[in-house]
């Protein structure tokens, strides 16, 4: 059990299944899915677990308004405001890109959810927030700053969480995974995976698959999630050292670059919702189901391992991109 204050958002635990014909038609290693894409706030998706910890930590602190930022298709953002609809508290989003003349994807469910939008053009990492809590602050509001992606040692947390939840369902179902695949951008969810296999003592190598070159609070990615990881152990006040050595990040699935559909991304797309009947999202998941279903065409994994693809979710960023997909 994890020593902080955390409310309730989603619904777990995510379902743990087989991909039956998608492990048939790779003919490679056994390929399950941990489904946070269902985890139920506004569509799902991973920075759920993330914002129990995050709202915890705003509620207990009395604040009335969450500020965070992102891509304009952000699903941490999507996800702040429904969250923040839930608990009664005003919500801005700093977002990257201009205003749109149509609302679609996750920008309409953000009109929807109540969030104030902001628009900074290049800017997509949240770089104009100090500027808006000053702004808040000036008329008497109390702002409580959410990182990009929700990745800070709070943040982290959730996916400390999610693995004593993975550990509790691969011993209900007489699994064990040799590896966790899955879309790494903001280093949280990363970190999270890692403090937590230590901490909950699995043998399970932690493989992230890049989805974005930017640096992260002006470190490369790979510096940050070691040193959020370390950050969040400190938190837990556990003895673990995650070294430089412990992080997998594989950036050979960048494609064209972030947001950008290419043939990979969408043969991912089309393969699971083919095979399995299940959607991935277009900046996120499907990079990363396309690494892993490189790398088993490479055979990167004996026969006998188990994989697990852990879904971070996203699925409304779909349907911003009909003419890429279709």
Not at 88 to 113: A, I, R, S, T, Y
Not at 179 to 206: C, N, P, R, W
Not at 232 to 258: C, F, M, Q, R, S
Request: one cysteine or more.
């Amino acid at each position: 059990m994890i020593p902080f204050k955390r409310i309730s958002l989603g619904f777990y635990p995510t379902p743990l299944v087989k991909l039956e014909s998608l492990t048939k038609l790779l003919a490679g290693p056994e390929i399950y899915i941990k489904r946070d894409d269902l985890t139920g706030l506004a569509f799902g998706g991973n920075k759920t677990r993330k914002l129990e910890y995050l709202l915890g930590d705003a509620v207990a602190k009395g604040c009335d308004v969450l500020i965070t930022g992102g891509a304009q298709q952000s699903n941490h953002c999507r996800q702040t405001a429904a969250a923040a609809a839930q608990y009664g508290l005003q919500c801005h989003l700093v977002l990257g890109g201009h205003q749109p003349d149509e609302f679609n994807g996750n920008l309409l469910l953000d009109k929807l959810l109540g969030a104030h939008l902001h628009f900074c053009g290049n800017l997509r990492k949240g770089e104009k927030i100090p500027e808006i809590v000053e702004e808040l602050g000036a008329i008497g509001k109390s702002p409580y700053v959410i990182p990009y992606g929700g990745s800070n040692s709070i943040g982290t947390l959730g996916f400390v969480t999610a693995i004593e939840e993975l550990k509790l369902q691969m011993k209900a179902m007489d699994l064990h995974f040799s590896h966790i695949i899955f879309a790494s951008s903001s280093g949280g969810t990363q970190a999270g995976l890692m403090v937590g296999k230590v901490l909950y003592d699995l043998d399970i190598e932690i493989l992230g698959i890049g989805i974005d070159k930017d640096e992260i609070e002006g470190l490369p990615l790979e510096t940050f999630v070691l040193k959020l990881a370390n950050a969040t152990a400190l938190k837990l006040n556990v003895d673990i050292n995650v070294h430089k050595n412990d992080i997998y990040l594989n950036y050979n699935y960048l494609g064209e670059g972030y947001g950008i559909i290419g043939e990979a991304e969408k043969e991912a797309i089309d393969l699971l919702a083919r095979s399995e009947g299940i959607l991935l999202d277009p900046v996120y998941t499907a990079k990363a189901m396309a690494g892993l279903i490189d790398l088993i065409r490479k055979q990167q994994f004996d026969k006998k391992d188990k994989v697990l693809f852990w879904h971070t979710g996203g699925t409304p960023a779909l349907f911003p991109y009909p003419s890429n997909l279709i």
